[in-house]
């Protein structure tokens, strides 16, 4: 239903479970895809199954947390497909500690990956976004509840969301900036979260179940497609309801 043939996109934490699943579906609609993950070995297995010629993907190791490593990582997509049409930052961590205990460098830390990573690569690849692209940040349930025990994840993403809604008031017709929140998805990251409450996550959740990856890629799919064309500056929840609990 989505087509995206000669369109590009940039696609930051390229090697976590749901941007794989968004690089494996916007590449069999027909993106040439530029992948950045600090995980090298990740993204090289992951553009090698994809497109074993190379000719559709291209691959940086990225540390999302430098301005200058954000600003090669767009350079490299201009130098390969000539632009961007498509940009997702999908690079973020999720550790836990509780704020008494937290100390200025894990705050930071992740502060720098999940907000100060986005910005960045907003910043670098806007003079390079065709007209009528899209930018599609990866927020979180917990942007919208807090989340215990990691306050500095949940202000990252709440954070997130304002500079997504202030970036579609100034790009206003040229690009079209929307969010996806994703709830609790079965990946690595959410692993320790849902061995210890996993229960409690499913009873509070309307669907009573966790969600899948392709389930959040399919919305970023839609928001980047031309069935979305007059959606801006929205965020769409991809947790199963949890977010009304």
């Known amino acids: 239903m989505t087509d995206f043939q000669g369109k590009t996109l940039v696609l930051s934490g390229a090697g ?80 836990e500690q509780p704020v008494a205990e937290m100390t200025d460098e894990q705050w930071h830390r992740v502060v720098s990956i999940n907000l100060d990573g986005v910005f960045f690569l907003v910043r670098a690849a806007l003079p390079h976004l065709n007209h009528g692209g899209s930018i599609v940040p990866i927020a979180s349930v917990a942007g919208h509840r807090g989340s215990a025990r990691h306050a500095h994840y949940a202000a990252t993403k709440g954070a997130l969301l304002s500079f997504s809604r202030s970036l579609a008031w100034e790009l206003g017709d040229r690009a079209r900036i929307n969010v996806v929140s994703p709830g609790i998805i079965e990946t690595p990251m959410t692993n320790d979260l849902v061995a210890a409450k996993g229960g409690d996550l499913i009873s ?34 991809v947790n199963g309801g949890l977010h009304m609990a």
């Not at 669907?207 to 064309?229: D, I, N, T």
Request: include cysteine.
């Open 16 to 95: 976590g479970s749901i941007a794989r699943e968004i690089a494996r579906q916007f590449f069999d609609a027909g993106a040439n895809l530029v992948l950045g993950d600090l995980d090298g070995e990740a993204l090289h297995e992951l553009a090698a199954t994809l497109d074993p010629t190379g000719a559709r993907t291209a691959t940086f190791v990225l540390d999302a947390a430098s301005s200058a490593a954000n600003d090669e990582f767009v350079r490299l997509a201009v130098e390969r497909f000539g632009g961007i049409d498509h940009l997702v930052p999908a690079a973020g961590i999720y550790p």
């Open 204 to 237: 509070a959740t309307p669907m009573g179940r966790l969600g899948k990856p392709g389930e959040v890629a399919s919305v970023v799919a839609f928001l980047c497609g031309s069935a979305a064309a007059f959606v801006q500056g929205e965020v769409i929840h």
